[in-house]
Each structure stands twice: as structure tokens, then as C-alpha cells.
């Protein structure tokens, strides 16, 4: 069964608006998570790395301030796209680590911003 | 920047042909995963080599490592229909960060 639960899966929204896609470890505890996007009939860029009770750290070329995210918990990793435009629209990813164990990915938020 | 070049991008076979699919890079990994990706979903681990030279068996699937630790092949016997989907390396950098660096993956078709 799944280990790692992404919400929601496929959000549509207008030009503008902020969408937070939430990333859980189900059964276990993870103090990094990372959050990937992924073009369509591209690989998985990472984005950031996100760090329990730490700022994240983000990826050259991506912007802070753009996509917020928040890892307030050792099984919940929030990543916030504020004021939203159609390029932004992807597919995004976060997977999370367990110890000494390879990195298990969600199934993905599809988003469109129209 | 550390890359990882995977090849061929494209591949369509015949149900029971062989394939390989290659990944390289002039970096050290300290590890290397092989994932693959159905539309829609996120990738689902196939395997994680980290010993040089290691060889992986997982049914039909044959995942091999550089003795050097920078390149990396996976070689599926008779593939079938169902092998059908995007195939992704991704290596882990060395110096305990735990990023991972991802090929552009391989894009499977096999044709019944």
C-alpha cells in the first residue's frame, strides 16, 4: 500500500489564486521531504527539500517566495503556489525518506491554472 | 551541476524482444535508483543498487551498476505489453543530502 499520500491529486483554478498540495507520511516519520514538478514528457525536476521544524531549501531557479512550503509535522510537508499563472500548471511530486531507505513518492497533484 | 543522461528518450518493441536502457554521468553516485512511472502517478521504486559492479534481478528485469559507480543499465528479457511506461533513473548524491538526480527517462512501448 501507498507510504506516502499527496492531496489533492488534480486541482483547476484561476489565474491568481493560491493552491496548497499537502504531502503525508502514512506510517512513518520523515524529516526530509522533497517536493518535485514535473513538465509534461519531461523527468521530475527537484524543487526543494524540505526540512521538519527547519526552512526548506529550495533549488536554483526556484523561487521562495513563490512556492511556500511548510513542513510542520514529521509526516506533513505543505507546498503553497501563491498567486497562481497557467505556467506554473504542472505535475507535482513529493516523496519522503525513510531511514537509511530510498525515497517513496506520492502519486502526484495535477494542477491547471486556467 | 551533476547530470544524468539517460538513453534511448523513445523505444518501441515487439512483445518478446530485448531492450536495455542506459544511465550515465561523469558524477559518482552514492547510490542509484530505478523507478518507473505510470500517467498520472508518481514513480514506483523497481530497485536501488549501491555497491560498484552490482547486479540486481528482478523477474525479467536485470539492473546493473557501474563499477565505478557513475553509469547504470536496465535490461528487460521477452518484455511484455505490461512493461509498457516511462522508466527513470535517478541518482543519490554523494555527501548524505539525499537528493536525488533524475535521467530524463525512457519512454517504453511494447507492442502486443
Known amino acids: 500500500g501507498a507510504v506516502v499520500s499527496q492531496h489533492p491529486s488534480w486541482v483547476i483554478c484561476k489565474s491568481g489564486t493560491s493552491v496548497k498540495i499537502e504531502c503525508r507520511s502514512l506510517d512513518f516519520q520523515a524529516t526530509t521531504m522533497f517536493w518535485y514538478r514535473q513538465f509534461p514528457k519531461q523527468s521530475l525536476m527537484l524543487m526543494a527539500t524540505?526540512?521538519?521544524?527547519?526552512?526548506?531549501?529550495?533549488e536554483q531557479g526556484v523561487e521562495k517566495d513563490k512556492f511556500l512550503i511548510n513542513h510542520a509535522s514529521l509526516t506533513l510537508s505543505t507546498l503553497t503556489v501563491t498567486s497562481a499563472h497557467p505556467e506554473d500548471s504542472s505535475f507535482y511530486i513529493c516523496?519522503?525518506?525513510?531511514?537509511?531507505?530510498?525515497?517513496?513518492f506520492g502519486d502526484g497533484t495535477r494542477l491547471s491554472i486556467l | 551541476t551533476q547530470l544524468l543522461e539517460q538513453s534511448p528518450q523513445f523505444l518501441s518493441i515487439q512483445e518478446g524482444e530485448n531492450l536495455t536502457v542506459y544511465c550515465n554521468s561523469s558524477s559518482v553516485f552514492s547510490s542509484l535508483q530505478w523507478y518507473r512511472q505510470e500517467p498520472g502517478e508518481g514513480p514506483v521504486l523497481l530497485v536501488t543498487v549501491v555497491t560498484g559492479g552490482e547486479v540486481k534481478k528482478l523477474k525479467r528485469l536485470t539492473f546493473q551498476f557501474g563499477d565505478a559507480r557513475k553509469d547504470s543499465s536496465l535490461h528487460i528479457t521477452a518484455a511484455q505489453p505490461g512493461d509498457t511506461g516511462l522508466y527513470l533513473c535517478?541518482?543519490?548524491?554523494?555527501?548524505?543530502?539525499?537528493?536525488?538526480?533524475f535521467g530524463k527517462g525512457t519512454k517504453l512501448t511494447v507492442n502486443p
Open positions: 524540505s526540512n521538519e521544524g527547519s526552512k526548506a531549501t529550495y
Open positions: 516523496s519522503a525518506n525513510r531511514e537509511d531507505q530510498p525515497q517513496h
Open positions: 535517478a541518482g543519490a548524491i554523494q555527501g548524505g543530502s539525499e537528493k536525488l538526480v
